[in-house]
T-cell receptor, first 114, second 109 residues
């Protein structure tokens, strides 16, 4: 399958700071990338869909000014959690699409906000 | 968002047995169906995709799709302790995927 990387894998930050997470498709061009959040013992929750060169589409209830998404190229999308608070602590996972709606997931970023 | 329901777990099976996972979906127009495996603390990994009615086999895994019944299943034959994970059923929802809540499988040695 296709390979998606994420960086960093784990981040701990103080409340009020911003955190940037990078998602890269290593061996394919992902015209669409997806950002998910997963709380312990819960399923994936889609936050937003990112298309190269255009604004992201956010799911209902997700604050677009808090979760900034940039998809600058066909292989890179970034998620910035602005003014992070403890309730933003979660497992953030990106995925890239490759035809027929298959999605390949990155390894995830575990964010802890103190 | 389309609804995807999975049989409630957890599912415990002895090593070497068959684990059977079920999934139903609400939109009759869905075309693409996927099974992902997620180990604790890790991200999901695609293990099977199926698009046509019938069975699709890949090693010890068999996916079964019945569009008339809006039902997709996953069989794991000769279950191994390494198969212990949460299995997520996913169905296409336009350009997105709708996920079930997942079924946690534990294979007892």
């Amino acid at each position: 399958g296709a390979v998606v990387s994420q960086h960093p894998s784990r981040v701990i930050c103080k409340s009020g700071t911003s955190v940037k997470i990078e998602c890269r498709s290593l061996d394919f061009q992902a015209t669409t990338m997806f950002w998910y959040r997963q709380f312990p013992k819960q399923s994936l929750m889609l936050m937003a869909t990112s298309n190269e060169g255009s604004k992201a589409t956010y799911e209902q209830g997700v604050e677009k000014d808090k979760f900034l998404i940039n998809h600058a190229s066909l292989t890179l999308s970034t998620l910035t959690v602005t003014s992070a608070h403890p309730e933003d602590s979660s497992f953030y996972i990106c995925s890239g699409g490759q035809g027929l709606n298959e999605q390949f997931f990155g390894p995830g970023t575990r964010l802890t906000v103190l | 968002q389309k609804e995807v329901e999975q049989n409630s777990g957890p599912l415990s099976v002895p090593e070497g047995a068959i684990a059977s996972l079920n999934c139903t979906y609400s939109d009759r127009g869905s075309q693409s169906f996927f099974w992902y495996r997620q180990y604790s603390g890790k991200s999901p990994e695609l293990i099977m995709s199926i698009y046509s009615n019938g069975d699709k086999e890949d090693g010890r895994f068999t996916a079964q799709l019945n569009k008339a019944s809006q039902y997709v299943s996953l069989l794991i034959r000769d279950s191994q302790p390494s198969d212990s994970a949460t299995y997520l059923c996913a169905v296409n929802d336009d350009y997105k995927l709708s996920f079930g809540a997942g079924t946690t499988v534990t294979v007892r040695a």
